[in-house]
Antibody, heavy 114, light 107 residues
Framework: EVKLVESGGGLVQPGRSLKLSCAASGFNFNDYWMGWVRQAPGKGLEWIGEINKDSSTINYTPSLKDKFTISRDNAQNTLYLQMSKLGSEDTAIYYC???????WGQGVMVTVSS | ETVMTQSPTSMSTSIGERVTLNCKASQSVGINVDWYQQTPGQSPKLLIYGASNRHTGVPDRFTGSGFGRDFTLTISNMEAEDLAVYYCLQYGSIPPTFGGGTKLELK
């Protein structure tokens, strides 16, 4: 069974950084591109970016390219999202998914507030 | 960036009804469109990929169609468990972009 479990969310002050993790199991993590999607409270879905199997290619949505960094550790079957210069507009549920978006995690809430 | 416009934004339906949801792309995306279902408190679930292919385990009452700019998701025989928000996604151009969603409610 494909399983993706996000962690690292919570309350963070504006301007600070936060790093999310996504633990993958039930499939060969090394064989798949992976990605992140977010959803602001009561709003729609926003694609953040994706990373290829060996981390040599990373694509971002242009508006987040300078704030967010996607990385992965294939030895640990873990995907990461490093977020910097956070603002209230970044308050959302963050979902980890296989890049084809066929399987998603349950999501982790990030709240940016003083 | 390709803008995906879904219509209607909400729809009142009845159990057993046939439901048609629409998604229009601002430029041609070929068949590079997926459909997702999201129930309250849950993560989105893939229903249709490549415009018309059902994902594993998706009931055959869900049918996707379309090419280019216009896409449709049809639920042939609405069930209570289908009450949800449905999103289309295009991945024909970077960045992939979602539509704003269509919420299905009971009449």
């Amino acid at each position: 069974e494909v399983k993706l479990v996000e962690s690292g969310g919570g309350l963070v002050q504006p301007g600070r950084s936060l790093k999310l993790s996504c633990a993958a199991s039930g499939f060969n993590f090394n064989d798949y591109w992976m990605g992140w999607v977010r959803q602001a409270p009561g709003k729609g879905l926003e694609w953040i970016g994706e990373i290829n199997k060996d981390s040599s290619t990373i694509n971002y949505t242009p508006s987040l390219k300078d704030k967010f960094t996607i990385s992965r550790d294939n030895a640990q079957n873990t995907l990461y999202l490093q977020m910097s210069k956070l603002g209230s507009e970044d308050t959302a549920i963050y979902y980890c998914a296989r890049a084809s978006l066929d399987y998603w995690g349950q999501g982790v809430m990030v709240t940016v507030s003083s | 960036e390709t803008v995906m416009t879904q219509s209607p934004t909400s729809m009142s339906t009845s159990i057993g009804e046939r439901v048609t949801l629409n998604c229009k792309a601002s430029q041609s995306v070929g068949i590079n469109v997926d459909w997702y279902q999201q129930t309250p408190g849950q993560s989105p679930k893939l229903l249709i990929y490549g415009a018309s292919n059902r994902h594993t385990g998706v009931p055959d009452r869900f049918t996707g169609s379309g090419f280019g700019r216009d896409f449709t998701l049809t639920i042939s025989n609405m069930e209570a468990e289908d009450l949800a928000v449905y999103y289309c996604l295009q991945y024909g151009s970077i960045p992939p972009t979602f539509g704003g969603g269509t919420k299905l409610e009971l009449k």
